[in-house]
């Protein structure tokens, strides 16, 4: 097959994960299956075919934002990862991680700035909450720690000024085993306070 033929077979996945990658930046869907459906959905596509991966609408979240976004999401980004720092600090007896959309760049207003603590008990993270006169929501997040296991963690909600903090608390024996990412099946990419502080530099 040439190479024109191969990019013309790859066009219809391009379009679909360019109109996914626009619903979940519009609309703020964060499950990238649904977005597929829905963007298949939109444009009166099989949503049975050959979809895009995660990792492509991950890469067409971002270049959606680069292309509509430029100056403004920078410093949109930016200042996600000021806040993001911020509660690292609050919560710096737990060894906060950051993850996610605001570590990868693909952030939008819909994106909470995602945590991953390490205590020896989610009661822990609540007392120290408590001390600092935070108002949080308790929640459950399930999370791949292999390819074929789901574990449940507790998840504080908050609000650090007006962005949304979603901390996971994680035992501190798995500060070195990062769960599975649902975009690529990796482990998950985590960056400490120094790593946060260097993006902004």
Do not use: W
Request: proline share 5%.
């Amino acid at each position: 097959m040439s190479k024109k033929s191969a990019n013309g077979s790859n066009r219809p996945r391009q379009i679909l994960a360019q109109e996914a990658a626009r619903i979940i930046v519009d609309q703020g869907i964060r499950d990238f299956r649904s977005a597929k459906i829905k963007a298949a959905e939109r444009l009166r596509m099989s949503a049975h075919g050959a979809l895009p991966g995660n990792e492509e609408i991950e890469q067409a979240v971002s270049e959606h934002l680069q292309l509509f976004g430029r100056d403004s999401h920078a410093a949109f980004l930016a200042q996600m990862r000021k806040v993001a720092l911020s509660a690292m600090e609050l919560l710096s007896i737990f060894t906060p991680r950051l993850v996610g959309p605001v570590l990868n760049g693909t952030a939008d207003e819909n994106s909470p700035v995602t945590l991953h603590v390490f205590a020896d008990s989610p009661e822990q993270v609540a007392m120290r909450l408590a001390e600092l006169g935070v108002s949080y929501r308790l929640c459950e997040r399930r999370l791949k720690s292999r390819r074929d296991q789901t574990d449940v963690f507790a998840e504080f909600a908050f609000h650090h000024g007006d962005t949304s903090v979603a901390a996971t608390v994680f035992p501190v024996v798995n500060i070195r085993q990062a769960p599975i990412s649902p975009i690529n099946g990796k482990p998950m990419r985590r960056a400490n306070t120094k790593l946060v502080r260097d993006l902004l530099d």
